[in-house]
Each structure stands twice: as C-alpha cells, then as structure tokens.
C-alpha cells in the first residue's frame, strides 16, 4: 500500500526567513515530517521567505 500525503508549512517568523538559517529551517521541516508523517511518502511545501523550498520524502 503506498500512501501519499500533501503538507505546507508556513513560517510567518521573518527570523527564519535569513538565508543563513536554511540549514535550521530544514531541520525543523524534517524533524516535523518524521514525527508527523514519517509513515508515508510526501510531499512538503515550505514557505519562509529566502529559504522557501519543495522536497519529497519517499519511504
């Protein structure tokens, strides 16, 4: 069985928004994805400024 699940994360906090804090906004956004949905295979949308960025975690 193969689940897909669509998220979006939203960060309305301009400090993440640095460039050179991309390093801690994916490990917040892979620290959630293993929590939340480390089960199945999906497909984030990150919204923070400069560090916005799409992935694909496949199980």
Same mark, same amino acid.
């Given at each position: 069985?193969?689940?897909l699940? #669509?998220?979006?994360?939203?960060f309305d906090y301009p400090t993440l928004?640095?460039?050179?804090?991309?390093? &801690?906004?994916?490990? #917040?956004c892979e620290e959630l994805v293993n929590r939340l949905v480390?089960?199945?295979n999906t497909l984030l949308a &990150?919204?923070?400024g400069?560090?916005?960025?799409e992935a694909e975690y496949v199980r």
């Open positions: 069985m193969i689940y699940l #669509i998220r979006r994360l939203f928004f640095k460039k050179e804090l991309q390093p &801690v906004v994916y490990a #917040i480390g089960y199945a &990150v919204q923070a400069e560090n916005s960025y």
